[in-house]
């Protein structure tokens, strides 16, 4: 069986198996004993879920990571590997994550006399709860690691692409909640009462202005609204209405800027109107800056493998892995997978055969980034 069929088969299996955020106990097992099957030595961090193995030897040691968790979606793909697991799908590309720094791993374990080091190699779980890189981290998984390299699959690039910038890259994730409380009434006597539901409406239109009018245009900053939850009932107008959403931006000054209207405007909106609105924000993932040096080198090695390689747009997404960056440089790739469908889509079908080059792409990147130490 070739490299490129076995990554694959491993893939369709991870697949057919997904599991949420700090569940990935059978991944983990899997992960585990393919390393081992192939002669990969794993290292002994306590960690529920997820795995740490390591190649070579020597000082210098360059690490590269890989997610491993679904996302709560019921898959709607058409595939023979469609998810077993109900309302659990590889929605995000995990699973070719995986697949990939597996394969980069075996490939290296071939090299492993050349390398002028080590290699670890990460296996992380929970990147969709946002917590796990900074659980690898307490584990102690950075100790002695100069430079770290991770990626994702992107459905918007062909196979065979590559992206990815200095700097900035992926964005401040906050998550907000305002819970506005009025009182409750009859439907046909809102006099009586102070509506919730009509000032949650109203507010979800104010809060935009915010965006669009007090932020430079120059600056990327969207705030959206997703869930507004009110009432039970068809003649009652209920006393509370939670709305729930998320921000995104890229610079931390206008990130907390933005917080903080946000919060006045609620609070002079609520005093207009005789009503409460409580506040409530969520830090996600901060701001994902990839190191100038090795995002170069990044792309300096992706298009010596024969990849078309692009200057990444910026990205308002969240991503994990900036934890690891505000320990230590490195750089966060994108690689195409031309899928019809987007990340998180229910019909979402990367196409696997970037797997076995995106593998050799990265072994060939930690043994050069451990030359270049």
């Known amino acids: 069986m070739s490299l490129s069929e076995q990554l694959i088969r491993w893939r369709r299996e991870l697949h057919q198996y997904p599991e949420l955020s700090l569940q990935e106990v059978d991944t983990t097992a899997r992960i585990r004993d393919w390393l081992q099957s192939g002669g990969i030595s794993l290292l002994p961090y306590e960690l529920k879920t997820g795995a740490v193995a390591e190649v070579g030897s020597g000082d210098k040691v360059i690490a590269l990571r890989?997610?491993?968790?679904?996302?709560?979606?019921?898959?709607?793909?058409?595939?023979?590997?469609?998810s077993l697991n109900a309302g659990v799908m590889h929605a995000c590309g995990h699973d070719i994550h995986t697949s990939v720094i597996l394969g980069a791993a075996l490939l290296l374990k071939q090299r492993e006399a050349q390398l002028a080091g080590r290699v670890r190699i990460l296996f992380q779980p929970a990147e969709e709860s946002f917590g796990g890189a900074k659980t690898l981290i307490r584990a102690g998984v950075l100790e002695g690691v100069s430079a770290i390299f991770g990626m994702h699959n992107e459905p918007g690039l062909p196979v065979g692409e590559f992206a990815t910038r200095g700097g900035a890259f992926y964005a401040n994730v906050d998550r907000f909640v305002f819970k506005v409380t009025g009182k409750g009434a009859h439907a046909a006597r809102p006099h009586e009462g102070k509506d919730a539901i009509l000032l949650a409406s109203q507010l979800v239109t104010l809060l935009q202005s915010v965006a669009s009018r007090e932020v430079n245009t120059l600056d990327s900053v969207v705030l959206s609204v997703t869930r507004i939850q009110g009432g039970n009932t068809w003649n009652v107008l209920p006393e509370s209405v939670e709305l729930e959403g998320t921000l995104r931006t890229h610079n931390s000054a206008v990130q907390q800027r933005v917080k903080a209207r946000v919060s006045e405007i609620a609070a002079?909106?609520?005093?207009?109107?005789?009503?409460?609105?409580?506040?409530?924000?969520?830090?996600?993932?901060?701001?994902?800056?990839?190191?100038?040096?090795?995002?170069?080198?990044?792309?300096?090695?992706a298009d010596k493998s024969g990849y078309r390689t692009h200057h990444a747009d910026l990205h308002l997404g969240g991503e994990d892995f900036a934890v690891y960056l505000q320990h230590i440089p490195g750089a966060f790739v994108s690689i195409g997978s031309a899928s019809e469908f987007g990340l998180h889509h229910p019909a979402f079908n990367p196409d696997e055969r970037l797997i076995a080059p995106a593998a050799h792409y990265f072994a060939d990147l930690a043994e050069q980034a451990l030359q270049a130490l």
């Open 268 to 301: 002079g909106f609520a005093s207009a109107f005789g009503a409460q609105i409580d506040v409530f924000w969520y830090a996600g993932p901060t701001a994902l800056v990839n190191d100038e040096r090795w995002a170069a080198f990044a792309s300096d090695v």
């Open 66 to 82: 890989a997610d491993i968790d679904a996302l709560p979606i019921e898959e709607a793909a058409s595939v023979p590997f469609r």
